[in-house]
């Protein structure tokens, strides 16, 4: 029972324990759920499954919506109070964010293999759930009254979306509108997780840089911001009201402005340090899959042919969103665990081959005759690497930081 206790009373002891242990937890649990999908679906393993659920439409949600606001909002909760010199967040309240959200998830998995109503029941669990992170978030935002709010604004009014987004994806269950479907998808990539990521990228990377690179120039152009998210929200209400032939009017400039940011920021230099080095190498697929999104909607206008099938959305979903909580994910808890700021090869070695998943993914589109193999290889390449971070990682949020320190 006392060691129950401790575990419970690490675990609340700072907002990132439980909401990285939830999201490492997904990070396994939804792609082994999607093996097993695939592989039944596609005659590899087993046979077909049914489900009360679409099974691409709960991939994208269980993705999208029940992965990565585990990580965004334990960093966030973990960060807006440095950002704005504001409150910390109280335990009760990232707390109660994450176990309304993980039971959310678990109700939905339920819903899935039995009926779909109960899904529903999950899905407004988490609505509840990440409603009171907004809660919270904005209240430091509104009373706090430091000089820059800028990546917080922003961070704030995409957390608004994403939670618009699960509220869509809701009405949907129940009313089965495919218009309120189509806004969900949307805006969970070009509305909630693109401005966050980027964002967050935007203020991390060149304060990260310029700690542990020598004679480093700190550039963090906010006119190219403000750019960036324009296009964002350019791409994201264009591929929502299907005109897919004029994306790429939007997604060269912001090509070009993240492949222009990756070098400022000194990709190249940041390979002396490995700690370092995964957050730049994942921001560089920012660049690569908007590249892709580009050629994909100007051959789209010219020919009528999407020749790069789900390729972009894979380079962006993988490889940047993906790599990048892996990277932030990996820093935060090192940080916060009283270790010293050092990768070590195994975390190096899995962020590498987690790379494998987003290219393998990419090529199962550029090669259909074998796309069923890829698709599953893919995911057993995630899974292991992912699998092998969280057994890494995991044990660390249940336990006392090493330096004895609180937090």
């Known amino acids: 029972m006392?060691?129950?206790?401790?575990?419970?009373?690490?675990?609340?002891?700072?907002?990132?324990?439980?909401?990285?242990?939830?999201?490492a937890s997904q990070g396994v649990l939804t792609v082994l759920w999607w093996v097993f999908d695939l592989t039944g679906r596609y005659g590899i393993a087993g046979s077909m499954t049914h489900w009360?659920?679409?099974?691409t439409w709960a991939h994208a949600f269980l993705m999208v919506y029940g992965f990565f606001p585990f990580f965004i909002f334990g960093f966030l909760f973990t960060?807006?109070?440095?950002?704005?010199?504001?409150?910390?967040?109280?335990p009760h309240e990232y707390v109660a964010t994450c176990v309304l959200m993980a039971a959310g998830v678990v109700l939905f998995y339920v819903?899935?293999?039995?009926?779909?109503?109960?899904?529903?029941?999950?899905?407004?669990?988490?609505?509840?759930g990440w409603g009171i992170a907004i809660y919270v978030l904005f209240r430091i935002l509104l009373t706090t009254t430091a000089q820059d709010k800028r990546h917080?604004?922003?961070?704030?009014?995409?957390?608004?979306?994403?939670w618009l987004g699960v509220a869509a994806y809701l009405v949907w269950l129940v009313t089965e509108n495919p218009v309120v479907l189509n806004f969900s998808r949307h805006a969970g990539i070009w509305f909630f997780l693109l401005p966050i990521v980027l964002t967050v990228s935007h203020r991390m990377i060149p304060f990260f840089s310029s700690r542990v690179?020598?004679?480093?120039?700190?550039?963090?152009?906010?006119?190219m911001l403000w750019l960036m998210l324009a296009c964002i929200a350019a791409h994201g209400s264009l591929q929502w009201l299907e005109l897919s032939a004029y994306l790429w009017i939007a997604d060269f400039p912001l090509a070009a402005c993240a492949l222009y940011l990756s070098y400022r920021w000194g990709f190249l230099r940041s390979f002396s340090v490995s700690l370092l080095a995964v957050l730049h190498f994942s921001f560089a697929w920012l660049g690569v899959s908007m590249l892709l999104y580009g050629v994909q909607s100007l051959t789209y206008m010219l020919s009528g042919n999407m020749v790069l099938g789900l390729a972009p959305l894979h380079a962006l979903g993988i490889?940047?969103?993906?790599?990048?909580i892996l990277a932030m994910a990996s820093r935060v808890t090192i940080g916060h665990s009283g270790r010293p700021l050092e990768l070590d090869r195994l975390t190096w070695v899995l962020f590498l081959g987690f790379q494998a998943t987003a290219v393998i993914r990419i090529l199962s589109e550029v090669v259909p005759m074998i796309a069923p193999i890829l698709y599953v290889l893919a995911a057993l390449v995630w899974l292991a690497c992912f699998g092998l971070w969280t057994a890494k990682y995991a044990p660390i949020y249940w336990r006392q930081r090493v330096d004895g320190k609180p937090g």
């Open 2 to 23: 006392n060691r129950l206790l401790a575990i419970r009373d690490h675990l609340s002891a700072a907002p990132h324990r439980s909401l990285f242990l939830a999201g």
């Open 52 to 55: 009360s659920i679409a099974p």
């Open 79 to 90: 960060t807006y109070p440095s950002w704005m010199n504001g409150d910390k967040v109280k």
């Open 111 to 128: 819903g899935l293999l039995t009926h779909k109503v109960i899904s529903i029941a999950g899905v407004e669990l988490m609505l509840v």
């Open 152 to 162: 917080a604004s922003v961070a704030s009014i995409a957390l608004l979306m994403g």
């Open 213 to 223: 690179l020598d004679n480093y120039e700190m550039v963090r152009p906010y006119w």
């Open 319 to 324: 490889g940047f969103f993906a790599s990048m």
